[in-house]
């Protein structure tokens, strides 16, 4: 399991993602500005943990790609098409020398088919899904993410769940994930939100304390 987290929530009408910043080979760290939240159109992105070359290169496969079918077909491919194409590469990838160790959550909005988070891992296996994480702080995110989901979730509210997960991990994961990149997309397109972090974290902790 990466020591990387990435976690995603599907609401009424947009779909969110967080990912820690941080960059470390074995037990050396080296960054904690390393976004893990990819832009792959207008309306879908990619949060990505595994080997760090194989998630660049990988990412980086994916998005030319879907660019391409945009210039030629003129339009974007929908999540649950941009994800059946992530899903066959990477399963098509096991069978030869290159594999690529990566494993990822797909998230993007269609005006026909609405909001749309999938799961695939580093086999090839993908599933949409409400709410999933990657990695070992997504461990101690499930019971959060199972709690509070619910069918008419807002973007507020899912941001609130995103925090109390961040707060978890940082709580009780031995590796330091101080800060997490936040990621909506919905019919206005993909856009970032405020990072949560010990700072963001602390100014809450004050505005409620008065």
């Known amino acids: 399991m990466a020591m990387e987290t990435i976690l995603g929530i599907k609401g009424i009408d947009f779909v969110m993602l967080a990912s820690d910043t941080m960059q470390a080979k ?17 309306f879908n992105m990619m949060a990505t943990v595994g080997d760090g070359g194989d998630t660049i290169q990988f990412t980086d496969y994916i998005s030319k790609n ?9 339009y974007h491919l929908s999540a649950k098409a941009a994800a059946h194409f992530t899903r066959k590469n990477l399963a098509d990838y096991i069978r030869t020398n290159t594999r690529y160790h990566v494993a990822m959550l797909l ?9 749309d988070l999938h799961y695939i891992d580093s086999l090839g296996a993908a599933q949409s899904i409400n709410h999933a994480g ?5 461990m ?4 959060i993410l199972q709690r509070f989901w619910h069918s008419k979730l807002t973007q507020a509210e899912a941001y609130s ?3 109390k997960c961040v707060v978890e991990i940082q709580k009780r994961l031995i590796i330091n994930q101080r800060n997490f990149d936040v990621y909506v997309v919905d019919k206005k397109g993909m856009r ?16 409620l304390s008065w």
């Open 26 to 42: 074995s037990l050396i760290f080296m960054k904690d500005d390393q976004s893990k939240i990819h832009r792959l159109s207008d």
């Open 66 to 74: 879907l660019h391409l079918y945009k210039i030629a077909h003129g």
């Open 107 to 115: 998230a993007g909005y269609d005006a026909a088919e609405g909001p």
């Open 134 to 138: 990657h990695g070992w702080g997504s």
């Open 140 to 143: 101690f995110c499930g019971s």
């Open 161 to 163: 769940i995103l925090r």
């Open 192 to 207: 970032k939100m405020e990072a949560i972090n010990p700072g963001s974290l602390s100014r809450e902790a004050v505005s």
